[in-house]
T-cell receptor
Framework: DAGITQSPRHKVTETGTPVTLRCHQTENHRYMYWYRQDPGHGLRLIHYSYGVKDTDKGEVSDGYSVSRSKTEDFLLTLESATSSQTSVYFC????????????FGPGTRLTVT | GQQLNQSPQSMFIQEGEDVSMNCTSSSIFNTWLWYKQDPGEGPVLLIALYKAGELTSNGRLTAQFGITRKDSFLNISASIPSDVGIYFCAGREIGGSQGNLIFGKGTKLSVKP
C-alpha cells in the first residue's frame, strides 16, 4: 500500500469546463501514472511521470495534460472536458525502478454532462 | 498497441469450487502481475511474477509465469463469496517503456453462495 489518495472522489462537470484531478502519495515512489477505466476497455494509460517535472504520454493522452511539481503530487487536467472523458480515473505509483508492481489509488469517478 | 487476451471474460461458480483464468500476449514479457478490483475501489495487487516457470501462492491464490513468457495463469482454490470481483492480469514487455504495464480487460468472477 503506497498511501495513495485521490481527490475529488466524485465530480460532475459540464462540457467545456476545465477539470483537475489530484493524486497524492506518501511513500516517495518515483513513478506515478494516470489511467482511465471504461467498460470494455480495461485500464488505459493516459500519462505517466518518472520524476519531478518529468512526464510522458500514454496510450490515450489526447485532451489531457499532467504536471508533477513535487514527488508526492501528480495532477491530471482536462483543459476542456468532453462527454467522452466521462470515466473512472485511477492514479498508480511504482515502488522501484527494478520492480514493476504498481499500486493504485481508490479512483475518481468523473461525469461530464 | 500491444494487448493482452484475458479469459474467460466472466464466470459463475459454486462456493467451494476451484477457479482458473489466464492471460496471453503476442510478445515476450518479463513481468506478470495479477490484481483484484472490488466495486468502487482501485485494483489491489495479488501476486507478482518475474521468472519464467515461477509459481507463487498467496493464500488460496496461485499464479504461474508461463514458460514461453507469453502467458500467465491464476488459480483460486475453494472459492468463497468474498472472491467476487474483477481480476486483471498485467504484464511488462521486455524492452518496454519505463515501468509501464499492459493490462488485460479482466475476468469478472461471481460466486453463487
Amino acid at each position: 500500500d503506497a498511501g495513495i489518495t485521490q481527490s475529488p472522489r466524485h465530480k460532475v462537470t459540464e462540457t467545456g469546463t476545465p477539470v483537475t484531478l489530484r493524486c497524492h502519495q506518501t511513500e516517495n515512489h518515483r513513478y506515478m501514472y494516470w489511467y482511465r477505466q471504461d467498460p470494455g476497455h480495461g485500464l488505459r494509460l493516459i500519462h505517466y511521470s518518472y520524476g519531478v517535472k518529468d512526464t510522458d504520454k500514454g496510450e490515450v493522452s489526447d485532451g489531457y495534460s499532467v504536471s508533477r511539481s513535487k514527488t508526492e503530487d501528480f495532477l491530471l487536467t482536462l483543459e476542456s472536458a468532453t462527454s467522452s472523458q466521462t470515466s473512472v480515473y485511477f492514479c498508480a505509483t511504482l515502488e522501484t525502478q527494478e520492480g514493476y508492481e504498481q499500486y493504485f489509488g481508490p479512483g475518481t469517478r468523473l461525469t461530464v454532462t | 498497441g500491444q494487448q493482452l487476451n484475458q479469459s474467460p471474460q466472466s464466470m459463475f461458480i459454486q462456493e467451494g469450487e476451484d477457479v482458473s483464468m489466464n492471460c496471453t500476449s503476442s510478445s515476450i514479457f518479463n513481468t506478470w502481475l495479477w490484481y483484484k478490483q472490488d466495486p468502487g475501489e482501485g485494483p489491489v495487487l495479488l501476486i507478482a511474477l518475474y521468472k519464467a516457470g515461477e509459481l507463487t501462492s498467496n493464500g488460496r491464490l496461485t499464479a504461474q509465469f508461463g514458460i514461453t513468457r507469453k502467458d500467465s495463469f491464476l488459480n483460486i482454490s475453494a472459492s468463497i463469496p468474498s472472491d467476487v470481483g474483477i481480476y486483471f492480469c498485467a504484464g511488462r514487455e521486455i524492452g518496454g517503456s519505463q515501468g509501464n504495464l499492459i493490462f488485460g480487460k479482466g475476468t469478472k468472477l461471481s460466486v453463487k453462495p
